[in-house]
């Protein structure tokens, strides 16, 4: 691996930026499961088709287990900012939009300090 | 041992025999045992399996009878047919599990996964958040079906046409009506029922709620066709 470092600039390497998403889409993650009236984020097609825990034993290390469910963390190399998609099930009896706004926030918190978008889909009331 | 003293993980190249286990009666490192599994004695579980089910195996020249290696692995074998037996009995009794419902299952997640349905703003329009459509559409009909006489049927939300993506959604819901009220008087009670909950359980701004009644039923419990 090659790095540029003119002008004292180094360019950021993917597999930091990668770390980056990963730990920060965690932590919107553990943030919105704790946010009231959320349900449970959305599991990702392998989960429901089998356990989880058994898909990472399968393939431990892989993609499948390093990213949690339900949220989808990418930065948008113009202007920096890190857009972090949350999929979730609200509760019956909570207003789906004020459990949206409750989970950006925590999202919000959660980021440390990053510049952050964060975008929440209901894909389902149960 | 004929092997590199130095391959191996440490604590396994000291003197063999020292653990009873591991003596030179044992053959392999069990750690990395094929499908045939030896017993410490040298036997194969296979052997003694079939030893036991009346098909006598190898059995090496002069291999003790009572050998207790082979008369404990024999009790775990009989221990663990037993179950064999047990669950496959318990299976016999209840119904074999219907394949093609599983397998539509299977399919209904998956084209959930791949087409999750449109998603509709949720909040003000300059906000980022959404719902799909399949799970407003499931709680504006459940809202229709708070109405006396009304079995709700389909619910389409998209946004208007010719508005932006953000804009207030128009939704479309079919009811059957009970046949003790005044159409009209019904379908009005329907919209307000559908619009208060968009507003109240969602979050999500409409522009109008089509009500079209596609058929009357008997509200005594039978339907009239």
């Known amino acids: 691996m090659t790095h540029d470092a003119r002008d004292g600039r180094e360019p950021v390497p993917p597999t930091s930026l990668r770390e980056t998403g990963e730990r920060l889409a965690l932590a919107v993650s553990e943030a919105a499961a704790r946010v009231p009236g959320v349900a449970f984020l959305r599991p990702r097609l392998s989960d429901r088709l089998r356990g989880s825990t058994a898909l990472a034993r399968l393939r431990p290390g892989s993609a499948a287990d390093r990213t949690p469910a339900g949220v989808r963390a990418r930065r948008d190399p113009d202007t920096e900012r890190w857009r972090v998609e949350v999929q979730l099930t609200v509760r019956a009896g909570h207003r789906a939009v004020d459990v949206a706004r409750a989970v950006r926030a925590a999202g919000e918190r959660a980021a440390g300090g990053l510049p952050v978008e964060i975008a929440v889909t209901v894909t389902g009331i149960v | ?225």
């Open chain 2, 1 to 225: 041992m004929a092997m590199n003293g130095h391959s191996g993980p440490p604590g396994t190249g000291g003197s063999p025999g020292n653990d009873p286990a591991r003596s030179q009666d044992c053959p392999r490192d069990p750690d990395h045992a094929g499908d045939d599994d030896l017993l410490p004695c040298g036997r194969s579980l296979d052997d003694v399996w079939a030893d036991h089910e009346g098909a006598p195996g190898e059995a090496p020249e002069g291999h003790p009878v009572d050998c207790v290696h082979c008369t404990a692995a024999l009790a775990d074998l009989r221990t663990l047919d037993d179950l064999v037996q047990r669950t496959r009995a318990e299976d016999e009794n209840t119904p074999a599990p219907d394949a093609s419902a599983l397998a539509s299952r299977v399919m209904d997640l998956v084209r959930l996964e791949l087409r999750p349905g449109r998603s509709l703003p949720l909040g003000e329009a300059e906000e980022d958040h959404w719902i799909v459509e399949t799970a407003a559409a499931r709680a504006l009909r459940d809202a229709a079906e708070t109405v006396a006489g009304v079995r709700a049927g389909s619910c389409r939300v998209a946004p208007a046409a010719g508005s932006g993506v953000r804009a207030p959604v128009r939704v479309t819901i079919e009811v059957e009506a009970g046949a003790r009220r005044a159409l009209p008087e019904l379908a009005e009670a329907v919209r307000s029922a559908v619009a208060g909950a968009a507003d109240r359980a969602i979050g999500m701004r409409v522009s109008e709620v089509d009500v079209v009644v596609v058929d009357l039923f008997d509200e005594t419990g039978e339907d009239p066709r």
